[in-house]
């Protein structure tokens, strides 16, 4: 992942950078089950995702918001 992120010029925050492959599903899977739980459970608002990612991973939200632009980098890239 290291190498494909430098070809792509891709600067991955720590905390995402050191989650394992099973730790990102488990992430993905708690804000599925957060979201379906909700009557309006199609769109997400960012301040809703931050707080989602900030609840799983245990950290604040400007941290969770960096999580949130690595996954944004690999899903765009």
Known sequence: MAQ???????DRDEIYRDLSV???LELLSYVAVK?????????FEQ???EE????FLGIEQRE????????ASVTYR
């Open 4 to 10: 494909w992120d430098k070809s792509r010029s891709v």
């Open 22 to 24: 099973e730790r990102k």
């Open 35 to 43: 979201k379906f739980e909700q009557q309006q459970y199609v769109l």
């Open 47 to 49: 301040e809703e995702l």
């Open 52 to 55: 989602y990612i900030g609840e």
């Open 64 to 71: 969770s918001r960096r999580v949130l632009q690595a996954i």
